[in-house]
């Protein structure tokens, strides 16, 4: 379902079609009071949520932004089935969104320009009928990260901000921060790929400490599966 600017439109043009998109979609019943996303049974202990928390901003940073977008796909498509891809890029492959659990029946795609992104991503924030949204930025300011997370937790959608990885990352007010980063996969038949396998940094989390993991994608059960002990 793409909804793509024209570079002829003006903000206002551009903002009035995003809204009546958003309006089209079927807002879903209350979301319970407590239901934090699973995404492993190691990880989700070591959280303060016990699984990480619904309604709320989560940064994913990465080297590598093809582990970046996996892992973020992976917890849009537990959030639910209706997920928004915000960015200045092409359109995300359907055949790629499947293979990480996102159905591209329900997925909303923004193509912004880049002074347009954070308006557009604020929209999708506040907007009930999502249940999460993925999208790619620059840092963010402390006061812009506020103001998303506050758009989440008011509509109760999970919000994803991917970025890269940089030294001096400024201070925000996601509720927790991640590092992704791609290891050599997981050896299987030889007529298949091998399973992509990452090093999962949470970096901080509200409430929360540090930790690391080794993780493996199984794609036939759609399972994160964590390989040993957790480093601290």
Do not use: Y
Not at 109 to 133: G, I, M, Q, S, Y
């Amino acid at each position: 379902m793409p909804a793509t600017p024209h570079a002829t439109d003006d903000r206002r043009t551009v903002l009035d079609r995003l809204r009546a998109r958003l309006a089209r979609l079927e807002t879903p019943p209350a979301r319970p009071a407590l239901s934090p996303l699973p995404l492993a049974p190691a990880i989700d202990r070591a959280l303060p949520w016990r699984g990480l928390c619904r309604g709320a901003l989560h940064e994913i940073v990465a080297a590598d932004e093809g582990a970046g977008v996996a892992f973020a796909c992976l917890i849009a498509a537990r959030a639910g089935p209706a997920v928004a891809w915000i960015a200045t890029r092409p359109d995300p492959c359907p055949a790629g969104l499947r293979a990480w659990g996102i159905d591209p029946a329900g997925l909303l795609v923004v193509r912004a320009r880049p002074e347009d992104l954070l308006w557009a991503a604020e929209e999708c924030f506040r907007n009930k009928a999502l249940d999460a949204v993925l999208l790619f930025a620059p840092a963010l300011s402390l006061t812009t990260s506020r103001r998303l997370h506050l758009a989440a937790e008011e509509s109760g959608c999970t919000g994803l901000i991917l970025q890269q990885d940089i030294e001096g990352r400024a201070p925000s007010a996601a509720r927790s921060r991640w590092r992704v980063s791609p290891l050599p996969g997981a050896a299987g038949p030889a007529h298949l790929m091998p399973a992509p396998r990452w090093r999962l940094e949470l970096l901080r989390a509200r409430g929360g400490d540090p930790a690391a993991w080794t993780v493996q994608w199984d794609e036939a059960r759609r399972a994160l599966l964590v390989e040993g002990r957790a480093d601290g």
